[in-house]
């Protein structure tokens, strides 16, 4: 009996969400097949935060971003359209 393992060839990638770019203007965000533009202006809690700190995002759930080193978690739904969710408050 062989015992040997061997790897499997690489498939899809398996990251379900990426931070792609950082512009001077906000942030361009990879989830699933689709691409988001972050501006700062909607999403002000991104323009002073690090590189490291903007692009450790993780996914919670079916459709919640989370930046734990930030504490902020979005839902796809204010990415898609942030003028149906006016900001609460302010960072």
């Known amino acids: 009996m062989n015992t040997a393992m061997k790897s499997k060839r690489p498939g899809k990638a398996t990251s379900l969400v990426e931070v792609t ?3 001077q203007h906000g942030l361009w965000l990879l989830a699933g097949e ?3 533009f972050l501006s700062f202006k909607a ?3 991104f323009k ?3 590189m490291a700190q903007i692009a450790n995002v993780v996914v919670q759930g079916l459709s919640v971003l989370h930046w734990p080193e930030i504490d902020v978690d979005l ?3 204010r990415i898609k359209d942030p003028d149906k969710y006016p900001l609460v408050s302010v960072a």
Request: aromatic share 20%; glycine share 0%.
């Open 75 to 77: 839902d796809l739904k």
């Open 34 to 36: 689709n691409e988001y």
């Open 43 to 45: 999403f002000p809690w």
């Open 48 to 50: 002073k935060a690090t």
């Open 21 to 23: 770019a950082v512009t």
